[in-house]
């Protein structure tokens, strides 16, 4: 066992306001990346314990659909102000089960406060409105209500992020929620789970199960007493969600797979351009959805941004993420170390040169070196299917219909980037390119307030702002004379 796995938390489900953990159910191991050693044993929920959260959160939606907004806020409010107060314990949960530095988790920590600030906030502004009336004495009201309760399924790779912009988007709408977070990383949404117990939220409004993904999904997405389903993962997982809710005319709101565009145009700062994208390329270790990979360079400045990227990547610390100093972790399992060596060793068998990493750190852990491959093809295994790793690959072009036709020639379209100060190239890219984000000159791609989604495979609906909310919500329409 990890030496780590003393400060892990003991594991459990959270079901109707109580913790139930192991009892007879079967259990599986959590592994620390860094060691690729346990930290401990996670209960799955049975059958009886799936349908005992339905019917919780199905029990306790007439009354949370009740609860006045402001003491839905207060809860909300309560649980970002926990969420700060024990930030530091919450870091270190994450950096244990995902492996990345410790930094990265206690930004993470503090946006997933933002997220309950934000829905604490609007949870008081889901407004309805009048319509004038053709005739004199009738009132036309438009109302809106909460959807119901809701399925939710989040992915482990950001564990505190993702369940918290699910949770608290839902509550702030008055949706009871069944959760489903990833086996990979449950103490952090337990964590979560733990917050909103302790600021209020009352029993059956909020239950978290762990199990077999297929089966536990299936048994949450089919039953009766579900209404919307939330779900972020992988394009392929997401499809079957997706055909499962229209099953049922479920609405779903579905975060999937992307494969991130870059175009840096000839009038960019090459240097400058390759210090922005390898941060945001190298952030948890290249294990984001949004992040940077396809680096579609104007043939003139190609060089300088290839080899300053490169530089930056060979000078890229990588350790365990307790580490002082240390700026990428491990990677989250031996699935995602053993697509990097493919990748990459694909790249080189079609012609591509490695600039920087490109082979596996020790043999203890998920290791793998900050990796900038140039020349790639658009038969690539890499600029095909989304890395999920630090692995940047390096094209050229020379017009921008070549740019704009290579960003939008794959099936996704979650988040692009764009480097220029061309005010007439600004606009025609953001106008032409198919994602559901774009970033110019930076690479922050969602804030609380903002809308986060992706158009064609990368998804449906909207996660974040105002946006976000109304995916929970339900309009009536009443006329009344």
């Known amino acids: 066992m990890s030496k780590d796995a003393m400060e892990y938390p003991r594991l459990a489900l959270y079901i109707n306001g109580e913790w139930l953990q192991g009892a007879g159910r079967a259990t599986s191991d959590v592994l620390d990346p860094a060691t690729a050693l346990p930290l401990g044993a996670l ?21 949370w659909r009740r609860t006045a907004p402001l003491q839905r806020s207060a809860i909300l409010r309560n649980a970002a102000q926990l969420l700060r107060e024990r930030s530091e314990a919450l870091s270190r949960i994450i950096t244990l ?25 609007e949870s008081r502004r889901i407004y309805g409105r009048i319509i004038p009336a053709r005739e004199s004495g009738t009132r036309q009201m438009v109302i809106p209500e909460p959807i119901g309760p809701v399925a939710a399924f989040s992915g482990w790779n950001a564990p505190a992020i993702t369940p918290s912009r699910k949770i608290a988007s839902a509550l702030a709408a008055g949706c009871t929620v069944v959760i489903k977070p990833a086996e990979e990383t449950p103490a952090t949404a337990l964590f979560l789970a733990r917050v909103l117990h302790d600021s209020g939220l009352p029993a059956g409004v909020l239950n978290m199960v762990f199990g077999d993904p297929g089966r536990v999904s299936d048994r949450m997405i089919q039953s009766p007493l579900i209404r919307a389903v939330t779900f972020t993962g992988s394009t392929a997982i997401g499809t079957k969600v997706a055909q499962l809710a229209a099953a049922g005319l479920k609405r779903s709101v579905l975060e999937l797979g992307g494969h991130a565009p870059v175009l840096v145009f000839a009038d960019a700062d090459p240097e400058a351009a390759a210090a922005t994208l390898i941060q945001a390329k190298l952030r948890n270790a290249g294990q984001i959805c949004t992040s940077p990979t396809r680096m579609l360079v104007h043939e003139s400045i190609a060089q300088p941004f290839a080899r300053s990227m490169a ?8 350790g365990p993420g307790m580490e002082e100093g240390v700026q990428m972790g491990p990677l989250a399992n031996a699935r995602r170390l053993e697509a990097m060596q493919s990748m990459v060793e694909d790249g080189r068998a079609r012609g591509g040169s ?10 203890q852990g998920y290791f793998f070196q900050p990796t900038v491959m ?3 093809d658009d038969t690539w295994r890499a600029a095909n299917v989304e890395p999920f790793g630090p692995l ?35 606009v025609n890219a953001t106008d032409a ?28 609906g909207k996660e974040g ?7 929970f919500t339900q309009f009536k329409y009443v006329t009344q004379r």
């Not at 209960?43 to 009354?63: E, K, R």
Request: proline content about 4%.
């Open 465 to 471: 702002g105002v946006e976000g909310l109304s995916e």
């Open 433 to 460: 390119i198919e994602s559901g984000t774009v970033c110019v000159n930076h690479c922050l791609h969602s804030l609380p307030e903002t809308p986060f989604g992706g158009v064609k495979q990368s998804g449906l």
């Open 97 to 121: 089960e995902l492996g990345k530095p410790l930094t990265e988790s206690r930004v993470e920590v503090n946006k997933a406060a933002e997220l309950f600030d934000w829905s604490a906030e």
């Open 311 to 318: 530089e930056h990547a060979r000078r890229w610390r990588v």
């Open 43 to 63: 209960p799955h929920a049975t059958d009886a314990d799936v349908d005992a959260a339905l019917a919780a959160a199905d029990a306790a939606f007439p009354a």
């Open 392 to 426: 940047a690959i390096i094209g050229t072009f020379s017009t921008f219909d070549q740019a704009v036709a290579e960003a939008n020639r794959l099936p996704f379209g979650l988040a692009a980037y764009v480097f220029t100060n061309q005010a007439d190239i600004i």
């Open 374 to 376: 140039q020349a790639y």
């Open 354 to 363: 490695v600039l920087a990493g490109g082979e596996r750190i020790g043999t």
